[in-house]
């Protein structure tokens, strides 16, 4: 369980006094195995709230506590970030590895690589991939050590749509067979309404939680299916400005959406 | 004879088969350009020699048998060998020193601003003062030797480490933060390998800066030596001599640079290409 106890987290602005405001007022809880979506317009928080969970970032007025413990002090999370960050000088089989504890079965990497399509690419630098499988070497990083929690920032973005549900399909396969807990950032409603048990929205800046929203499809759900599609509609016509991050709190009866 | 050089060298360059009709468009391989310029230096030097007494420049196959003289009665390799020796010795010393001062002082701001005084003070003392002082204060001793040449380098290192600890990717330092590697792994795969290009750099001037300080070091207080053994041949005009014991080291330090330096860049450096 994530307890997010957040009053303010501001950030130092070059050459003004004053500190930009990011996050105000952020309190949820996340419970063991529950696949979290963020969703929120373009500087609400949201990559800053992962780096408040992962423990990179502990400057905060307010507290975070996974299992009771400080983000650093529990299980080693895997991370996401927005860019792929892969050491240039590792091969994507060592980039893999690297993260991995001494002893650990590197049978596995070579598994993983191949169930995300990189099998052929195990010596390659990350020079000679495309962003797109940097991303996906980037994601095989985060899964491998199977970790717990799984902290994910737009990880699909940019990727082609066939490969993008591959990947989907086998992320939700994965955090199932392992009950992970997964906060997953997204801006993309559709992506978020197929993975996710529950849907989070931040409003703009200053990031607030705008609706807090459970997702009752059915799973295995289809990515483009009907289900995902009517969901979407249905809350973008009970709240049109849900995604710019406008909606009024407390505005909203939850029970109302739905299937 | 330059021309006739090129003329005679067309068919060996890489599309030679267009090369006829305009010379300026000849490709040669960079193996013969190096060839033909170092043809080209004993060209002008033995021409020079026509012009000047025989004292003053030795014609190169003077040089190369003085050279095979002083190898063959075993001095030669006796003196470059101790000048290589304090060369190793005072380089390890400087770029151990130099690469972990730098680090810290490109990393910790209240480390830069304390030491960046110094380092400037460093930098721009000369050579010759800091040796000099050195043989003044610790006697003429190979201490004092290794110490002076040590003295010279240091402050380039840390320059040169410096601006790439500043460089370092933040980026990549948080993943291993978040995945909380242990600092074996930090160190070697994370935060060195930023580093390399830097301490290439630095070992590649500070060869070069070291063992020409050494020179000086040994000419001025020590009794053996390449720089020692120049001194005795400046005292007796003997130029064939100086040139074949220049030679002789330049050879040693081509070959540290190509079987050393540069197999461990290529080593270091795979994943650019």
Redesign the interface.
């Known amino acids: 369980m994530i307890q997010i106890d957040i009053s303010l987290k501001t950030y130092p602005q070059d050459h003004v006094q004053t500190n930009l405001c990011v996050l105000q007022d952020v309190h949820f809880n996340i419970k063991s195995g529950e696949f979290c979506c963020i969703v929120g317009p373009s500087g609400s928080g949201k990559t800053t709230l992962l780096n408040l969970i ?3 970032d502990k400057n905060l007025e307010g507290s975070i506590l996974i299992n009771g413990k400080a983000p ?1 002090e529990g299980a ?2 895997g ?1 996401m ?1 927005q ?1 792929s ?1 892969l ?5 994507v089989r ?1 980039n893999v590895t ?2 991995l504890q ?1 002893g650990a079965s590197e049978e596995r990497v070579d598994d993983l690589l191949h169930e995300i399509g990189l099998n052929d690419f195990a010596d390659v ?3 000679h991939l495309s962003g797109g499988m940097r991303r996906r070497v980037a994601l095989a ?1 985060a899964i491998i ?1 199977e970790p717990p929690l799984l902290l994910l920032d737009e990880p699909f973005l940019s990727l082609d749509a066939s490969i993008a549900n591959h990947l989907r399909r086998q992320l939700i396969d994965i955090c199932e067979r392992r009950s992970t807990t997964v906060v997953f950032v997204t801006h993309d409603l559709r992506e978020a309404l197929y993975l996710a048990d529950r849907v989070l929205f931040l409003s703009s800046r200053p990031g607030k939680i705008v609706l807090d929203h459970f997702v009752e499809i059915q799973r295995p759900r289809v990515p483009e299916g009907e289900a995902v599609e009517m969901l979407k509609l249905n809350l973008l016509n009970n709240h049109p400005k849900l995604l710019s991050g406008l909606v009024e709190i407390n505005a909203i009866d939850m029970e109302a959406i739905g299937e | 004879m330059g021309k006739a050089l090129l003329l005679h060298q067309a068919p060996f360059g890489q599309n030679s088969g267009t090369s006829g009709v305009k010379l300026t468009t000849i490709n040669f391989s960079p193996l013969w350009i190096r060839i033909a310029s170092v043809v080209g230096v004993l060209a002008i030097w033995q021409i020079s020699v026509e012009f000047v007494e025989a004292d003053v420049l030795p014609a190169p196959y003077l040089v190369l048998r003085s050279l095979i003289y002083h190898t063959g009665d075993g001095e030669l390799l006796l003196h470059v060998g101790v000048t290589l020796i304090r060369v190793l010795i005072s380089f390890t010393l400087a770029m151990v020193f130099g690469v972990t001062l730098g680090i810290i002082m490109g990393r910790f701001k209240q480390w830069d601003a304390a030491l960046d005084g110094i380092l400037v003070l460093a930098l721009n003392l000369p050579a010759l003062v800091i040796i000099i002082l050195c043989y003044l204060w610790f006697g003429l001793g190979e201490f004092a030797a290794i110490l002076a040449v040590t003295i010279n380098k240091f402050p380039v290192v840390v320059v040169n480490m410096r601006e790439g600890a500043r460089a370092v990717d933040q ?2 330092l ?2 291993s ?6 600092p074996r ?1 930090r160190l070697f ?2 935060y060195l ?1 930023q580093l ?1 290009p830097y301490l290439l750099a630095s070992a590649r001037s500070g060869l070069a800066l070291v063992w020409k300080i050494v020179l000086v070091v040994e000419l001025l207080g020590r009794s053996d030596g390449v720089g020692f053994k120049l001194g005795i041949f400046f005292q007796f005009f003997d130029i064939a001599s100086i040139l074949a014991y220049s030679f002789a080291f330049i050879i040693v330090v081509m070959a540290i640079e190509y079987r050393l330096i540069v197999p461990l860049e290529r080593r ?1 450096t ?3 290409t």
């Open positions: 992962s423990g990179l650093t080693v999370p991370y970030f860019s960050r050491m240039p000088w590792l091969t060592e690297l993260v001494k630098y990350p020079k990083r050590t | 980026d990549l948080q993943v933060e978040v995945f909380r590697l242990n792994r795969q994370v390998p390399y270091l795979v994943w650019r």
